[in-house]
């Protein structure tokens, strides 16, 4: 299984992005599909995550500002990110979960300055 990332960028503050992940490979149907940050120093994170039949859930600190949705045809989960803060300067990861099995992609960095 492959996930590939993309849509990072640079951004100044209240500006927005679009991260998109395209999962391939043996998985058709991920049961889970999501994005994690991590700042410099710090510890990977949970941003969203959508499980599904279960919905989604959100960082309390992304709550309101940011959505993840999935396209299943195109086995691909997105992460619009609105209203960013320079706070939300990371590194994001794809994650996808099937039946216990966890795959990451590649880290897109994302940068906002103030």
């Known amino acids: 299984v492959q996930l590939q990332a993309s849509g990072g960028g640079s951004v100044q503050a209240g500006g927005s992005l679009r991260l998109s992940c395209a999962a391939s490979g043996s998985i058709l149907r991920p049961n889970a599909m999501g994005w994690y940050r991590q700042a410099p120093g710090k510890q990977r994170e949970l941003v969203a995550l959508?499980?599904?039949?279960?919905?989604?859930n959100y960082a309390d600190s992304v709550k309101g500002r940011f959505t993840i949705s999935v396209d299943d045809a195109k086995n691909t989960v997105y992460l619009q990110m609105n209203s960013l803060k320079p706070e939300d300067t990371a590194v994001y990861y794809c994650?996808?979960?099937?039946?216990?099995?966890?795959?990451w992609g590649k880290g897109t960095q994302v940068t906002v300055s103030s």
């Open positions: 994650n996808a979960v099937h039946y216990g099995m966890a795959y």
């Open positions: 959508n499980t599904r039949g279960a919905g989604s």
